[in-house]
Nanobody, 134 residues
């Protein structure tokens, strides 16, 4: 049985930090791209960060660059999202996701880099709430 289990969400003041964890089981962890998506009320789910062992194996959405850091521990089949300098606009449900597509990003026709899309994800976690108060 495939499982992605997130933990580490919570309530934090603006400027604070959180570390999200995603424990994976039931599939070949190192063969997949593992990403974090988030969805705020009334908004679409968006990709935040991704990591894989392939080319284009690291991605950060522009609004989190310099503040968030993604890492993986293959011995524990776990991916972490370290979130620093949190802002109220980071408030959302954060989802861990796994894709059989081994790379984290693609280049659009306009020449921009974009992260894996939700439609390209094969497994989802249940989500963990992150709330940043001002």
């Amino acid at each position: 049985e495939v499982q992605l289990v997130e933990s580490g969400g919570g309530l934090v003041q603006a400027g604070g930090s959180l570390r999200l964890s995603c424990a994976a089981s039931g599939f070949a962890f190192d063969d997949y791209a593992i990403g974090w998506f988030r969805q705020a009320p009334g908004k679409e789910r968006e990709g935040v960060s991704c990591i894989s062992d392939s080319v284009r194996g690291l991605y950060y959405e522009d609004s989190v660059k310099g503040r968030f850091s993604i890492s993986k521990d293959s011995s524990k089949n776990t991916v972490y999202l370290h979130m620093n300098s949190l802002k109220p606009e980071d408030t959302a449900v954060y989802y861990c996701a796994a894709s059989r597509i081994p790379y984290c990003s693609a280049i659009t026709a306009a020449g921009r880099e974009r992260m894996l899309l939700p439609a390209e994800i094969h497994y989802w976690g249940q989500g963990t709430q992150v709330t940043v108060s001002s």
